[in-house]
């Protein structure tokens, strides 16, 4: 019988994993599997609404099934006003502590600043952990011309994980918080879009960056995918 694959998503904000990977989270929890997400950074204008994205988060991953790791726990800053070697540094001791078969992250691309600098602070780590499957999300900000060019070459079956993935994106619509309101029409149009590409209602698409055949990674890796 397989052992469930521990799975480690390292974002910059809480509702980053929820907007670009939900339903695949929902899937591979529901699956018993152990998926952490780690938030780099809180983001908030407020002390007060800094608890409440907090909790927020907490909520989503009651509901979707995975639970949420505060990479810089007190510590309020925004990802920009982190210098990179200490994220780099947080992020080898999380991977060493957690032990993950596969991690995602960022892609290197995304059109959002603190998105881009936590994906290079997750590809600077990767050189510590070469047996871990490494892969990155999508972009969640569809508006800018950037996104376009982030092509997946992994994709997620989610259909009937869509209904708990916009249930999770809902408990972020709180009153004034700092960031954009979330586009959960506009994102499940794009899940629909992606799983046309595979013959299937509704997708997620992440773009594998590394993995290395033998390792424990491309093993837990080919389970979250259902290869044989």
Same mark, same amino acid.
């Given at each position: 019988?397989?052992? $469930?694959? /521990? @799975?480690?998503? #390292? ?24 998926? %952490? ?7 908030? =204008? ?6 409440? /994205? ?19 726990? !007190?510590?309020?800053?925004? +990802? ?21 078969? +596969?991690? +995602? ?11 881009? /600098? #936590?994906? /290079? %602070? +997750? ?14 999300? !999508? ?9 376009? *060019?982030?092509?997946?070459? #992994? ?7 869509? $209904?708990? =993935?916009?249930?999770?994106?809902? #408990? ?14 506009? *994102?499940? %149009? ?20 590394? @993995? ?13 995918? !259902?290869?044989?």
């Amino acid at each position: 019988m397989n052992r $469930a694959v /521990r @799975v480690l998503v #390292v974002v910059a904000h809480p509702d980053d994993a929820e907007l670009t990977i939900g339903g695949a989270i929902a899937r591979w929890c529901d699956q018993g599997n152990e998926v %952490t997400v780690a938030c780099c950074s809180v983001s908030e =204008k407020t002390s007060e609404l800094a608890v409440r /994205r907090r909790e927020a988060a907490e909520q989503a991953a009651r509901i979707l099934g995975h639970r949420v790791h505060w990479v810089t726990q !007190g510590d309020g800053r925004r +990802v920009e006003e982190m210098p990179e070697y200490y994220l780099v540094e947080l992020i080898d001791a999380l991977v060493s502590d957690l032990g993950p078969d +596969v991690v +995602v992250s960022h892609w290197g691309g995304d059109p959002h600043r603190d998105h881009r /600098r #936590v994906a /290079r %602070t +997750v590809v600077a780590s990767a050189r510590t952990w070469p047996d871990v499957a490494l892969l990155q999300l !999508g972009p969640s900000e569809h508006l800018s011309p950037v996104s376009a *060019g982030f092509s997946p070459t #992994v994709m997620i079956p989610m259909s009937g994980e869509l $209904a708990r =993935k916009s249930e999770a994106l809902a #408990v972020y619509h709180y009153a004034d918080h700092s960031f954009r309101p979330l586009d959960v029409t506009g *994102g499940a %149009t794009r899940n629909q879009a992606l799983g046309s590409q595979i013959g299937v209602p509704a997708a997620e698409g992440m773009l594998l960056l590394r @993995v290395v055949a033998g390792s424990r990674g491309a093993t837990g890796l080919g389970q979250l995918l !259902g290869l044989p």
